[in-house]
Nanobody, 124 residues
Framework: QVQLVESGGGLVQAGGSLRLSCAAS????????MGWFRQAPGKERESVAA????????YYADSVKGRFTISRDNAKNTVYLQMNSLKPEDTALYYC?????????????????WGQGTQVTVSS
């Protein structure tokens, strides 16, 4: 089992940056593909970015391409999401997940273990 704790969220002005971190417990972190998801009020949860266990593959939603960067440090059991040029529409609760299923062709990612989430609010 993997337990995940997100941090790094907060309130930032449009155009600003935040770096989210997701610390994992358990010795099996390195075998999981990892993903970041977000859910805004009244909207469905959506995948934002994903990274394979080896870091060889990454995925970004079209809405964040060129602005967000996902990375991981398996030695530290941590996955990161660097968010630049933030927009008010990025406001959401952001979750990290250890993935149960990753389809890098259809860009469908299903979480198996989830963190509690960290709030990101971008003011205009």
């Amino acid at each position: 089992q993997v337990q995940l704790v997100e941090s790094g969220g907060g309130l930032v002005q449009a155009g600003g940056s935040l770096r989210l971190s997701c610390a994992a417990s358990g010795r099996t972190f390195s075998i999981y593909d990892m993903g970041w998801f977000r859910q805004a009020p009244g909207k469905e949860r959506e995948s934002v970015a994903a990274i394979s266990a080896s870091s060889r593959r990454t995925y970004y939603a079209d809405s964040v391409k060129g602005r967000f960067t996902i990375s991981r440090d398996n030695a530290k059991n941590t996955v990161y999401l660097q968010m630049n040029s933030l927009k008010p529409e990025d406001t959401a609760l952001y979750y990290c997940a250890a993935l149960e299923s990753s389809n890098w062709y259809s860009n469908r990612f299903i979480g198996r273990y989830w963190g509690q989430g960290t709030q990101v609010t971008v003011s205009s």
